[in-house]
C-alpha cells in the first residue's frame, strides 16, 4: 500500500445542489471509477486532498480509505474554481497492482533558476512523458538538470534521468525536444519609413 492515505465517505445525493452544499462545508465530491466493479460517488476532506495532490500528482499511487476499506488509486482528474481557491471535484481511479497502466509522468528541470549562461532564455517545451508499466514502478517525475547548459543545447526525451528504466515502456517520441537554451535577442526598431512631400494629404486642396 501506499504511505500516502486519504480518507474518504460515501456521498449521498447527486447534482449541483449537493456539490454546493458539500463545497460550502470544506468537502469535495470525488468520483471513484473502477475496472469490473461499481463506481462511487464519494466525498473528501478538501484541505486533505490539497496536500495529497501536492505531494502526489497525478501519477503517484496513493491509498483511498473508503469507510475502512483501503484501495489503491491514481488521482484520474481533478478541477478547481478559474478564480477561487476550491476544489470543485476530483475523479479517482482504482488501481490493479498486477496490471499495467499508461500514466503521463510530469518532467522537471532541475536548477533552472541557476543556469550558468546569462543571458539566456530557457524554453520547456515538454510537460509530460506518457509511459506504461506496473504502478509500483511509475515514477514520480523525470529530470534533467540545465544548470550547465550553453547557447543553442536541446535536451530530448531520451536525456531524462530516469527515460532508460527498463520497468517502464516509453511511448513518447524519445527524439521529442524536452528543452532548449537561447540567447536573448535585441528587438531591432524599424526606422520610419521616409515619406515623401508628394506623399502628404493637404486639407483642403482642391483636386
Known sequence: MSTLKLNAELREGKGTAV????RREELVPAQLYQREKE?????VVAKEL???VSEA????????VVNGE???????????????????????LGVNMNETLRV??????????????QPSVLMQQLEEVEIETLPKD???????????MEYNDVFYVKDLDGINDGKITVLTDLEEVVCTLSEPQEEVLED????????????????
Request: aromatic share 6%; no cysteine.
Open 19 to 22: 456539490s454546493r452544499k458539500l
Open 39 to 43: 463506481n462511487l460517488n464519494l466525498q
Open 50 to 52: 490539497d496536500k495529497i
Open 57 to 64: 500528482g497525478t501519477s503517484t499511487i496513493i491509498t483511498l
Open 70 to 92: 483501503e484501495k489503491n488509486v491514481l488521482i484520474k482528474d481533478y478541477q478547481r474554481h478559474p478564480f477561487k481557491n476550491q476544489y470543485l471535484h476530483v475523479d479517482f
Open 104 to 117: 503521463s509522468v510530469p518532467v522537471v528541470l532541475l536548477n533552472r533558476d541557476e543556469i550558468r549562461v
Open 138 to 148: 511509475i515514477p514520480a517525475e523525470f529530470t534533467v538538470d540545465v544548470q550547465n
Open 192 to 207: 520610419d519609413a521616409e515619406v515623401s512631400a508628394a506623399d502628404v494629404e493637404v486639407i483642403g486642396e482642391e483636386e
